[in-house]
């Protein structure tokens, strides 16, 4: 049996404002349900604090969007304001995002083939 080559993807976090609370990521393969929908998600992690600037993921060959939420009150959702605005930091794997709209899946998708290393700001 042959095992699909895995590649470490390294996150490097800008604007993580402490490291309380935790560090959700959801990896799409796809576009359904990006960025929100972690149910549709091809995985998902949760770093517990401390939370770290730099962190490492292992995936095989493929197109992904990563979706990333730093739920400062550990409750595993991002809180959001009346009108939908989050509340809590977030980012996405390109950081191609908008202030009235959510994030674009086709915008943020990159395809693994190496190693590779996703500079992420925080919003």
Do not use: C
């Amino acid at each position: 049996m042959v095992m699909a080559q895995k590649h470490t993807v390294t996150i490097k976090l800008s604007n993580l404002s402490s490291k309380k609370g935790q560090l959700l990521i959801s990896i799409f393969n796809k576009e359904t349900g990006f960025p929100e929908n972690n149910k549709a998600a091809f995985s998902t992690l949760v770093f517990k604090e401390p939370l770290r600037n730099s962190l490492h993921l292992f995936l095989p060959n493929g197109t992904y969007a990563l979706a990333f939420v730093h739920d400062k009150n550990n409750n595993n959702k991002m809180d959001k304001k009346l009108f939908g605005a989050p509340t809590e930091p977030y980012g996405v794997s390109l950081n191609k995002t908008y202030l009235i709209k959510a994030p674009e899946f086709e915008e943020n998708k990159f395809t693994l083939l190496r190693d590779t290393t996703l500079n992420i700001i925080l919003k």
